[in-house]
């Protein structure tokens, strides 16, 4: 199995630097401050260098021996079968690693975002015309606001869960599935008796997903600045009217 561990004052060094090495006998008098060469009792070391595509270095491939190496051009031919191929796995390990560290992040951002997010695949008919859509998955914020189960969603079509036959903006939400086109819509839930800002997305085709953000808060203020400004108004009307009325009575006087 691969194992690791500092480089430095060991022959390993050498072959991290892309060089072939091998040290036939006395590899412990060689390199006195590698402790592993001591406790392993090593005597011969042959390193090959493990490259990437990109000819980086990305690991080595040693053989040791606890009796000098009589021979080495038959061991370092029979390294290079076997280099190309580790090299290989350990790139598409890492990519792997990579890969699940990534989803890792991205379930983590998905699971404690406050918008609620769904994932969504459209349902077509016989005649291949978007009817209704799935919902392939969901974030925790949309079951705490729904005040429904991940495991009653998942799979659900669209219809269902909202009890809707008629989803709201259908054809846009399908606009953006084929298209890639984004959109984004405002919808008040009479149920929730909350307002929503909706972002809709597609990550491929044929899917969308809708970012949605409660907004009723900012409507409420909204609404009492719409109030305000009325009374305002009336305020200034009613002040210009009496303004103007003792005119009218001098006039008429």
Do not use: W
């Not at 090593?42 to 040791?64: A, C, F, R, T």
């Not at 009796?67 to 390990?93: C, G, W």
């Not at 009374?231 to 009307?237: D, G, I, K, V």
């Amino acid at each position: 199995g691969a194992m690791q561990y500092n480089l430095s004052n060991t022959p390993c060094a050498i072959v991290s630097d892309s060089n072939i090495c091998h040290f036939l006998e006395s590899v412990q008098e060689k390199f006195p401050k590698d402790d592993l060469l001591k406790i392993m009792d090593i005597e011969g070391y042959v390193g090959i260098p493990i490259k990437d595509k990109s000819d980086h270095v990305i690991g080595i491939l040693v053989g040791l021996n606890t009796k000098p190496i009589v021979e080495t051009d038959n061991l370092t031919s029979f390294f290079n079968i076997f280099v190309d191929r580790i090299s290989a796995e350990m790139v598409s390990q890492k990519a792997t690693e990579a890969l699940n560290e990534s989803e890792r992040k991205l379930r983590t951002l998905f699971s404690s975002m406050t918008e609620m997010v769904l994932l969504n695949e459209l349902l077509f008919d016989a005649n291949n015309e978007p009817i209704d859509y799935q919902i392939r998955d969901c974030n925790k914020a949309f079951t705490d606001i729904m005040g429904i189960s991940r495991e009653d969603v998942i799979n659900r079509k669209g219809s269902e869960i909202f009890q809707n036959s008629n989803l709201p903006y259908f054809k846009d939400l399908v606009n953006v599935a084929i298209t890639g086109e984004p959109f984004d819509y405002q919808i008040y839930d009479p149920k929730l008796d909350r307002h929503f800002m909706v972002s809709a997305v597609s990550p491929h085709k044929n899917s969308f997903a809708t970012i949605s953000t409660d907004i009723t808060s900012l409507k409420l203020v909204q609404e009492t600045i719409i109030e305000k400004n009325k009374e305002l108004e009336n305020y200034l009307y009613i002040t210009s009217h009496d303004l103007r009325t003792p005119l009218v009575n001098i006039q008429g006087f």
